[in-house]
């Protein structure tokens, strides 16, 4: 089983950056594409970053131009690099595998997650 572990969220303030980090017990950036997921409060999961086996990358709308997602393949990290915050964006961020490109469907377990909180 693959085990994911976020960190790097807190508080922050409206208009300000964070950088999240998804560590991953195994290899799997060569073999799944992988995404960055935030839950809201009271709100459906939303994948928001996706980056490919091939390094492509795309966004959901809300976070298009200010959110960028990276990984390090020797280190089994992936990241999310979040600039101009906004309340918003508060919310649990969690990261995972995809079961293909096309699905919001995840192949492991998901992780405890990072809370982000944007104060405006």
């Known amino acids: 089983q693959v085990q994911f572990a976020e960190s790097g969220g807190g508080l922050v303030q409206s208009g300000g950056s964070l950088r999240l980090s998804c560590s991953v017990s195994r290899r799997i950036f060569s073999t799944y594409d992988t995404a960055w997921f935030r839950q809201a409060p009271g709100k459906q999961r939303e994948r928001i970053a996706t980056i490919t086996i091939d390094g492509s990358t795309t966004y959901a709308d809300s976070v298009k131009g200010r959110f960028t997602i990276s990984r390090d393949n020797a280190e089994n990290a992936m990241y999310l690099q979040m600039n101009g915050l906004k309340p918003e964006d508060t919310a649990v961020y969690l990261c995972?595998?995809?079961?293909?490109?096309?699905?919001?469907?995840?192949?492991?377990?998901w992780g405890q997650g990072t809370r982000v909180t944007v104060s405006s």
């Open positions: 995972n595998a995809l079961t293909s490109y096309s699905t919001n469907y995840v192949r492991y377990t």
